[in-house]
């Protein structure tokens, strides 16, 4: 099994299943009555329920893989599944590329050691386990979530919601925004409950390409703003005729006399094509410009989260000198240490945006007189 490392290992978003003698007793090739190994049903149902996306990938002919894998009843659970001929190491990255993951969330379990260190030389972030480790998986920390979101229990459907509706595009005759325009595509900004905490400290942990910071906020320190009428802890979701997406986005924002501190803003990896981020931001800029604030936000560039620093630039920030900049101070990360605190200064006298049209938009007012007594959970 590949290192995780010191301390808590980060959590794996997708589990890789290799077929033959891994995730089925036999070789399906040699003409073997393949059967799921001992216990591996239990773990499949069981990494689902904790919002672990699984895939396979083999050295086999697809469609009579496949076939079998819909005979045991266990087709359903696999996303983009990798069967066919090629280098291992190859189908585990074009698994990542469609998940939109960093390889680094990636695991693989395969039962032999020359396939695992193929994938581990390719990938080295990609963590590697044995079969006979199969019904382990369970026990361990990085496929161990604290907690289980309603939003996780329904991953694995909404991804798959997600390439149907990657695949109606393909066939779309029109343009781009005329076929976001035939989703119904409908944003929702509200004011997080206690009950949703989970979930938006989940989106601050495992969001990476649209994070303004990369900064995990727990649970407590989450529950400790929601009490704090200084403070908004907003959560975003969207639909479409497809179905929910579910909790994609969130914003955490402070109020100081004249101006707002943005000191997050993160949006899921899954909706980057339908521009939340953006939205967000537009939005943002437009309820700071009616309460005649200055808008002041935290961003601190990583090697994953380009897009999110490009759509800060194309809604108007910058690093221009502001006297507001004293009365906004550096949050420390979740082990305590400050970060750097690059905060980049909208000017927003200089234009007003509104969201596109592709979506609809529900969102509170936050320049209402009453906003913070408004009810928060």
Sequence with gaps: MSAPGRGTPPPVKCLVWDLDNTLWNGTLLEGDDVALADGVRDVITGLDARGILQSVCSRNDHDPAWARLEALGVAEYFVVPQIGWGRKS?????????????PSALALIDDQPAERAEVAHGLPDVRCYPAEHATTLLTLPEFSPRTVTVDARQRRSMYQAGFRRTDEQARFTGSDEDFLRSLDLVLGITRATPEELARVEELTLRTSQMNATGVHYPD?????????????????????????????????LERHPGSWHLKLLATSCRVVAF???????????????????????????????????????????DDAPCPC??????????????????????????????????????????????VTSDARG
């Design 275 to 317: 521009g939340v981020g953006t939205v967000l931001l537009n939005w943002l800029c437009d309820q700071a410009a009616r309460a005649g604030v200055h808008l002041l936000a935290d961003f601190r560039p990583t090697d994953r989260n380009r897009m999110m620093e490009i759509a800060y630039r194309f809604a108007g920030f």
């Design 325 to 370: 900049r004293a009365a906004i101070r550096a949050d420390p990360h979740e082990d305590g240490s400050a970060y750097p605190h690059p905060v980049q200064l909208l000017h927003l006298a200089a234009e007003r945006r509104q969201p596109p049209t592709t979506l609809r938009l529900n969102a509170p007012d936050l320049t209402a007189p009453d």
């Design 220 to 252: 407590h320190v989450l529950r400790d703003l929601l009490a704090e009428p200084r403070h908004e802890v907003l959560v975003t979701t969207l639909t479409d005729r497809f179905g929910p997406h579910g909790a994609v986005g969130v914003i955490l």
């Design 90 to 102: 190859d189908a585990v990255r074009r698994i990542a590329e469609q998940l939109n993951f960093a």
